[in-house]
C-alpha cells in the first residue's frame, strides 16, 4: 500500500510542522493521518523509523518542487532560483522548511537522525557546488570562487535564514533580498 | 540573592545544552543547580520567566566573550574575529551556542520568546553593521555594500553553520573556513 505510506508521511510532516518532533506521538500521528497506530508500526517499526521515512519524505518533495530549477536558463540564475525555492511561502515549502529544521535541532540531542541529515546536506551541498561549476565553466563566477566553500555557505545561510524566518526574527521578504545579496556578493 | 540568581541561570543553561529546552523541567533544573524548586518559583514565577532569563544570562555571556573582539584592530579584522569567536570549542561557547539555537528553535512553536529572540537579533544585527559602516568609512570596504543586508547575511549564516556543527553536518574547523570565505567574498 504505498499510498498509505505516503499518507502516513505527508500527515507526520505536518504534524512535525505543527508541533515539532518531540510533538509527534505514534497516536497523535495516527489521528492525523486517519489510520491505525498499527499500520503505522508496520510500515515504519518504531518512531525513529518514522522519524528517517520523514527526513526521506520532506527530501523527496523538496526535489519535486526545486526541479523546476534545473530546467532553463544560466547557471547563475538556476541557482538563484534554486536557493529561493526553499523561502517561498507556500505550505508545502513551509512545512518542509519547518519540519527540516526542527529534525536538524532535535539531531543536537539525539544521535539517530545525524548520519541521514549529514548526507542529505551533503548532497544539497554537492548540487549547488555543482551549479557553481557549471557557472564558472561559463566564466559566470570567477574561476578563483571555491565552489565547495561557497556552496556551503549559501545552503547553510538558507536554513539560518529560515530558522529566523519561522521563528519570527526576519520577514521571508526580507530574508529573500539577504539570500538574493549574499549570491550576488559571492558569485559576482 | 544575585549569586543564586546566576547559578541557577548557568544550570538552566547547562540543562538546554545537554537536552534542549523541552528538556527543562524546573524539578531537574532544581537539583542541577543544587537549590530548592521554591527558590526557583521565586526568583523566576515560572518556567516561561526562566528561559527569558535564560536568554538574558546567555546574551550577557555573550557580551563578555566577545568584548575582546571589539577592543582593538581595523574593523574588518574585528568583524572576523568578532563572528569566529561564536565557533569555538569551549565550554561556554558551545553550551551558549546550543542553548540559543534552542531556544530559536523552540520559538518556532512557541510564541512566548519571539519578541525577546527578535530584539537579540536585531541588536547582534546592529553590531555587525556598525562594524561594516565603520569598515566603509576606513575605506576597508566597497561603499556600495549594504551594510544592513551584510550584517543580517552574516549572522544568519553564523546561525545555520553553528546548528550544523552541533548537529554533526559540518566539523568546526569547515564552519570557521565557511564563514571566513563568505567574510571575505563578502567585504573585499
Do not use: C
Not at 517499526?45 to 518533495?61: F, Q, T
Not at 545525524?114 to 557549471?134: F, G, H, K
Not at 570562487?145 to 529566523?164: F, N, P, Y
Amino acid at each position: 500500500m504505498p499510498e498509505r505510506r505516503t499518507q502516513i508521511l505527508q500527515a507526520a510532516v505536518r504534524v512535525i510542522a505543527q508541533d515539532g518532533v518531540r510533538g509527534l506521538r505514534v497516536e497523535k500521528l495516527a489521528a492525523e493521518a486517519g489510520v491505525s497506530t498499527a499500520l503505522i508500526y508496520y510500515h515504519f517499526k518504531d518512531r525513529a523509523g518514522i522519524l528517517h521515512a520523514a527526513l526521506e519524505h520532506i527530501n523527496h518533495r523538496a526535489e519535486s518542487y526545486t526541479d523546476a530549477a534545473f530546467t532553463s536558463g544560466d547557471p547563475v540564475t538556476r541557482l538563484e532560483r534554486l536557493l529561493l525555492l526553499e523561502l517561498q511561502d507556500t505550505d508545502e515549502v513551509r512545512e518542509n522548511s519547518i519540519a527540516w529544521g526542527e529534525l536538524r535541532a532535535s539531531a543536537v540531542f539525539n544521535d539517530g537522525l545525524r548520519e541521514a541529515l549529514s548526507a542529505t546536506t551533503r548532497a544539497w551541498n554537492a548540487d549547488v557546488e555543482s551549479l557553481i561549476r557549471e557557472a564558472q565553466a561559463a566564466k559566470k563566477v570567477a574561476a578563483d570562487v571555491d565552489a565547495g566553500l561557497a556552496a556551503e555557505h549559501l545552503t547553510a545561510l538558507v536554513e539560518g535564514l529560515s530558522e529566523r524566518w519561522h521563528s519570527g526574527s526576519i520577514t521571508l521578504e526580507r530574508a529573500r533580498r539577504v539570500l538574493t545579496s549574499a549570491l550576488a556578493g559571492r558569485l559576482r
